[in-house]
């Protein structure tokens, strides 16, 4: 999946005045087709599409010129989506968690619920990191404590380094690595902080700048941090996502749809999937021959597809790099041994995962009940199974 992380927009805006609603020949003056048009088209209808619709439709009203949010797929919601299985087990594409710092996002989110008579669960996030075979709390540079007393050394030597670094560096970090370095230094560098990011982006930490951690990335009070570990004392309230909420049925993706109710369907269009951009013609072509003439175009699809499939400019492209994620869904009969812990992190070579998530924990909803009865597709032995 591109991006991975957080909300990361990637919106690009091509802007124009154009009127025409008739493709024509250029050889003949005939016309080929007519084409819809829409002021404000907007190419998909994951959460960043959503929230520009959400805002057109609020700016320009529903008329059938106003804006037209299409999607390839058949549903709103992108990589936000849920998906659910024939049992009833219910994936997002990862365990999402729903945190913003925006009071507009935030309103948009409450109306769509009480429009649509959805409710949250609140939870406390109940997250760890597994280290030497033992759950260190999350953050883990609050919860030193939990280390064995050789990382806890190296940990406390780095925060002091880091501390100095700090106090007299007046430069500003450029890549994540120099941010990891002056606000935590080497020991959680190396024990926590680079094999971690290595395994969740696929690049080093040195080939990431460090413009987007905002306040994402706990950083460390190192007063607080020794402190913390002569006393023998965790502390794992930290964050903007140390509370969060999750839709008490539909997973993340009821969200999505929520906010998508709340628009106009004649201003939505699924199952249409852009194909190609004629920029000077402010036009979109779709599948199936349709075609959308726009004023403004807004496209979430990922910035180097845009970029070299529909602009014809790969030379944009050589700078921007990605990584993809495999997300694997597992559903079990009976019990688990994690307790109220919400999700976890693996930063050690001795698995290939990154992150696991009891996403039973977040809503009973997200499971079948406990008397449905699960088909057996394959036995143990690898012999077919009763029908
Ligand atoms: C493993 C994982 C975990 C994550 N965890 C969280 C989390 O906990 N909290 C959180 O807030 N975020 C999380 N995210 C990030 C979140 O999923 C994304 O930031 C968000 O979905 C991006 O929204 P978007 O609308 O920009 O893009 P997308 O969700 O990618 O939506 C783009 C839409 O464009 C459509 N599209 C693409 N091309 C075309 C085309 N040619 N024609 C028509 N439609 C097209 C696609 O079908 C899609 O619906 C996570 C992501 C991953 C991968």
Redesign the pocket.
Known sequence: ???????????ALLRGASSLRREVDAATGSSLEECEFAKILI?????????AATRAYQLLGKGKEGFLL????DR??????TERTPEGFLF?????????HFQYFDDVIDAAFAKSGDEFYYHQRQSHVRMRQRWVPYPFQNNLAALPVDLQEKAILGLVEAAVESATNSTKPVTFDEWIMRKMGSGIADIFMRPYNYKVWAHTTKQMQCKWLGDRVSTVDVQRAISNVLHNRTEAGWGP?AMFRFPKRGG?GRIWEAVADMLPKENQRYL????SIDAEEKTVH?DGGKCVKYDSLI????LD??LKD?LGRPELTTNLSYSS?H?IGLGIRGNHSHGNKCWQYFPEDDCPFY?NTIFSNYASGNIPPANASLPTIAMAGGGRSAP
């Open positions: 999946m591109r991006g991975g992380g957080f909300i990361l927009l990637t919106l190419i998909g209808a994951g959460p960043t599409g959503l929230g299409v999607d390839m797929t709103p919601g992108g990589l936000s989506r997002d594409m990862g365990g999402h968690v729903l945190f913003s996502n993340t249409f999937r852009a194909n779709f496209s979430t699809m990922p597809i845009l529909f994620s997300i992150r």
